[in-house]
T-cell receptor, first 117, second 109 residues
Framework: GAGVSQSPSNKVTEKGKDVELRCDPI?????LYWYRQSLGQGLEFLIY????????KSGLPSDRFSAERTGGSVSTLTIQRTQQEDSAVYLC???????????????FGEGSWLTVV | EDQVTQSPEALRLQEGESSSLNCSYT??????LFWYRQDPGKGPEFLFT???AGEEKEKERLKATLTKKESFLHITAPKPEDSATYLC??????????FGQGTELSVKP
């Protein structure tokens, strides 16, 4: 696709429910990243994928958070038993690879706005 | 621990008043420094990547520079449409992009 696509763009859910957030990276991009941005805060790293594997899961806040990527393309971030503190914008990004070299830019989607009530 | 600190947190300028934003960093093996622009309700928009000390890049009214400890984003004769939050991020050896808290820039006509 032309850019990183995320869905849903907005989600309101009740506390305790599970939610799934989807990211469709730029075609051909092998690296995919998930970040969280709370209101007025900077971007917090959650996890990144190189292909279908996740070398670094250290940013996931708790075991209620999980992510998977299949076919080296679409990724899903799942939050189980949502809490109010999970309310934030969840941003996905992609790049050609994780090895940094000239031209390997990381592009972001517009984010999924999650509100837990 | 890898860390990125941006200053000031907020900056108010008059149209045409040039200034600079600072990004100080400590990182284990810098593999690149990124600048992004973020408008309210939008995802970060890529501006520049700098790879080595002494490197400079320009785009319209923006110029980014890099030293071994910090990066500056210089804004020359800003316009109201330059108002946004500017984010700095460093890419470390582990493949993680670590962001600063951002500088919220407001340019008044």
């Amino acid at each position: 696709g032309a850019g990183v696509s995320q869905s849903p763009s907005n989600k309101v859910t009740e506390k305790g429910k599970d939610v799934e957030l989807r990211c469709d990276p730029i075609s051909g991009h092998t690296a995919l990243y998930w970040y969280r941005q709370s209101l007025g805060q900077g971007l917090e790293f959650l996890i990144y994928f190189q292909g279908n594997s996740a070398p670094d899961k250290s940013g996931l806040p708790s075991d209620r958070f999980s992510a998977e990527r299949t076919g080296g393309s679409v990724s899903t971030l799942t939050i189980q038993r949502t809490q109010q503190e999970d309310s934030a914008v969840y941003l996905c990004a992609s790049s050609l690879a994780t090895g940094l070299h000239s031209g390997n830019t990381i592009y972001f989607g517009e984010g999924s706005w999650l509100t837990v009530v | 621990e890898d860390q990125v600190t941006q200053s000031p947190e907020a900056l108010r300028l008059q149209e045409g008043e040039s200034s600079s934003l600072n990004c100080s960093y400590t990182v284990s093996g810098l593999r690149g420094l990124f600048w992004y622009r973020q408008d309210p309700g939008k995802g970060p928009e890529f501006l520049f990547t700098l790879y080595s000390a002494g490197e400079e890049k320009e785009k319209e009214r923006l110029k980014a520079t890099l030293t071994k400890k910090e990066s500056f984003l210089h804004i020359t004769a800003p316009k109201p449409e330059d108002s946004a939050t500017y984010l700095c991020a460093v890419y470390n050896q582990g493949g993680k992009l670590i962001f600063g808290q951002g500088t919220e820039l407001s340019v008044k006509p």
